[in-house]
């Protein structure tokens, strides 16, 4: 398994990204994808997540209205576009595959080495 993330940089806060996280070495497309994000010196804290078709979504409270997941199944890539940042958005942001749709970090197995998105105010 192999988790790629990309497109995290330094923005300024009100400015948008769209992060990447291109999957390899498993069925993709029977996977639940999950995003997750550790803030400096703080623990992880799940985002968002998306069936494996891409028809449901859900997002943390602290991003809703601002962050969009999506997938391409075709091209096993997944992707968190991010509107309106905000300082408190800094953070390393990974991806990760599950079996089911939770709120919780449990049961995600494998991850990539995140991308860092860092908001300046």
């Known amino acids: 398994v192999e988790l790629v993330e990309s497109g995290g940089g330094l923005v300024q806060a009100g400015d948008s990204l769209r992060l990447s996280c291109a999957a390899s070495?498993?069925?993709?497309?029977?996977?639940?994808m999950t995003w997750v994000r550790q803030a400096p010196g703080k623990g992880l804290e799940w985002v968002s997540d998306?069936?494996?078709?891409?028809?449901?979504?859900n997002y943390a409270d602290s991003v809703k209205g601002r962050f969009t997941i999506s997938r391409d199944n075709a091209k096993n890539t997944l992707y968190l576009q991010l509107n309106s940042l905000k300082p408190e958005d800094t953070a390393v942001y990974y991806c990760?595959?599950?079996?089911?749709?939770?709120?919780?970090?449990?049961?995600?197995?494998?991850w990539g080495k995140g991308t860092l998105v860092t908001v300046s105010s």
């Open positions: 070495g498993f069925t993709f497309i029977t996977y639940v």
């Open positions: 998306i069936d494996s078709g891409g028809g449901i979504t």
């Open positions: 990760a595959p599950r079996l089911y749709l939770a709120r919780h970090l449990d049961g995600m197995d494998y």
